[in-house]
C-alpha cells in the first residue's frame, strides 16, 4: 500500500527536526560535517529547523538534490528564503543584487544567462588554454626564484584564476587587491550584515567606475562586449560585471588549493596525476566531487511539491547538502575515498539546473593545466606543516584553505 506524502510536523515517526551539521571531524579536513552521512541514511530529506524558528527541509541524497535543483516549482530568490545558518541577518534577507544571478528566477535570469552563455561557450574556454598554460608556467618559475618553500594559496592558487578572470573581463588586474578584499568580506560567513554590506557596495561603485569607462572607450572583452551591445542598462552590467567578478575570484582558487592539500594528502593519486597527463580532465571532475568547495545551496518552494514520500508546503525552505548528495553511496560507490580514476560525471560540484556554474568551463580549463603542471615541476612538493595545522576555511561560504604552507626540495 502507498503510503501518502506527509508535511514537516506531522507525526511521521521523525524525531524533532533536525539542525544543519557544520562541526569537521578533527584531522578529516576533506570530510563533510560529522553527521550529514546518518542524516542521509535515515532519509534523503528530513524536517530541518532552522536559525529564526521555521520548520523547513534538509535534502542529502544524490536523487533529491538533483530534483530540487532542476525543479522550477522551487525558487532561489533570497527573500523567499530563510537563512540556514546561525548569526545570519536579522529577518529576512533583501532580494538579490541587480546582476546577482544566483538570487534569481526564471525570466530575469533567464535573460541574463542567455546574454552570457555565449561567452563562456566549452569551445570559447578552451581557445584560453594557452594562455592558461603561459600563466601557470610563470608563477610556478615565480616560485622556483623565490626559493623552496611558500604559501601556495597567495602565490598560486588565488592569482592564476584571478588574472584570468580579470583578463577575460577586462578588469585590470592591478587593481586586484582592492576588488579582493571586497569579495572576501562579501563570502565571509561571519562578517557582519553591515561590513557585507559596504563590501558589496564597495565592489558595485568599483565596477560602476570601469563600466563608465568601457561606455566611453570601447574595449575587446567581456564587459566591452556586453556594454557595446546595448542589451543590458548601466546598473546591470555593473550587477553583472560585479557578480562574475566574484564568481571567478574564489571557487577556483579554493579548488587549486584544496585539491592540492587533497593529493598531498593521497601520495598515490597525485603520483597517478603527475605521471598521466591524459588523467587530469577525469581527476578534476573526481576533485570537485569529493571536495564539493560550494557544499549548501538553499531553495524555497513556489508551491506545494511531493517528494520522497513528503509534502513539502510552499514557502517551505528547503537546504540543499551538495557535499553529502556528493558521497552518497547509492550514486558514487565508496563515496569517501579519493579516486581519480572514478568516473565522477553527474557530480554536484558546479550544481546542477539553471543556476549551474557558468564559469565551469573556464574553472576545469585552468584545473586541469594548473594541478598536473604544479605536481610536475616540484615533484618532491609537501607540506610545510603537520595537516591539521592547514587553516581551514569553516568561516567561508567557499570551503578551502586561508593557507596552504609548502616546501619542496630543490631540482
Not at 584531522?27 to 521555521?54: K, V
Not at 528564503?81 to 535570469?109: K, R
Not at 615541476?377 to 567561508?396: C, G, I, W, Y
Request: hydrophobic share 40%; charged share 25%; proline share 9%.
Amino acid at each position: 500500500m502507498q503510503q501518502e506524502p506527509t508535511a514537516a510536523g506531522a507525526t511521521t515517526g521523525d524525531a524533532e527536526p533536525v539542525t544543519l551539521p557544520r562541526q569537521r571531524a578533527a584531522g578529516c579536513p576533506f570530510d563533510p560535517p560529522t553527521g550529514l552521512a546518518s542524516l542521509r541514511e535515515r532519509a534523503p530529506l528530513i524536517p530541518m529547523a532552522y536559525p529564526d524558528g521555521h520548520v523547513g527541509w534538509l535534502a542529502t541524497g544524490y536523487a533529491t538534490v538533483r530534483s530540487i535543483m532542476g525543479d522550477p516549482r522551487f525558487s532561489s530568490r533570497y527573500e523567499l528564503i530563510h537563512y540556514p545558518f546561525p548569526d545570519g541577518p536579522e529577518g529576512p534577507l533583501p532580494p538579490a543584487p541587480v546582476g546577482d544571478m544566483t538570487g534569481m528566477d526564471a525570466p530575469e535570469h533567464t535573460r541574463l544567462r542567455r546574454l552570457l552563455m555565449g561567452k563562456f561557450t566549452v569551445r570559447r574556454m578552451r581557445q584560453l588554454t594557452d594562455r592558461v598554460e603561459e600563466v601557470t608556467r610563470e608563477h610556478l618559475d615565480a616560485m622556483a626564484r623565490r626559493g623552496q618553500r611558500a604559501d601556495l594559496v597567495e602565490e598560486f592558487a588565488r592569482p592564476l584564476p584571478a588574472l584570468m578572470i580579470c583578463e577575460l573581463l577586462g578588469v585590470p588586474y592591478a587593481d586586484r587587491e582592492r576588488f579582493q578584499g571586497y569579495a572576501d568580506t562579501v563570502m565571509t560567513t561571519d562578517a557582519s550584515p553591515e561590513d557585507q554590506y559596504a563590501a558589496m557596495v564597495g565592489l558595485q561603485e568599483y565596477m560602476a567606475e570601469l563600466v563608465a569607462a568601457k561606455l566611453t572607450e570601447p574595449s575587446d572583452d567581456l564587459l566591452g562586449d556586453l556594454a557595446a551591445g546595448g542589451d543590458l542598462t548601466d546598473e546591470e552590467l555593473v550587477g553583472v560585471g560585479a557578480f562574475l567578478l566574484a564568481a571567478g575570484l574564489d571557487t577556483t582558487a579554493n579548488m587549486l588549493a584544496h585539491g592540492t592539500f587533497a593529493l598531498l594528502s593521497n601520495p598515490a593519486q597525485a603520483d597517478a596525476l603527475r605521471t598521466d597527463p591524459d588523467l587530469a580532465p577525469q581527476a578534476v571532475e573526481e576533485l570537485m566531487r569529493y571536495l564539493t568547495v560550494a557544499p549548501t545551496g538553499v531553495r524555497s518552494a513556489l508551491e506545494d511539491v511531493e517528494l520522497d514520500g513528503r509534502l513539502i508546503r510552499a514557502g517551505d525552505t528547503v537546504t540543499l547538502s551538495l557535499e553529502a548528495a556528493n558521497r552518497d553511496p547509492e550514486r558514487f560507490p565508496d563515496p569517501d575515498v579519493l579516486d581519480l580514476h572514478r568516473n565522477a560525471t553527474g557530480h554536484l560540484g558546479f550544481g546542477h539546473g539553471i543556476h549551474q556554474c557558468l564559469g565551469q568551463q573556464l574553472a576545469r580549463v585552468e584545473m586541469t593545466v594548473a594541478l598536473p603542471a604544479l605536481l610536475r615541476r616540484f615533484p618532491t612538493l609537501r607540506l610545510d606543516v603537520p595537516a591539521h595545522e592547514v587553516p581551514l576555511r569553516t568561516d567561508m561560504n567557499v570551503y578551502g584553505v586561508h593557507r596552504l604552507p609548502v616546501v619542496w626540495d630543490e631540482a
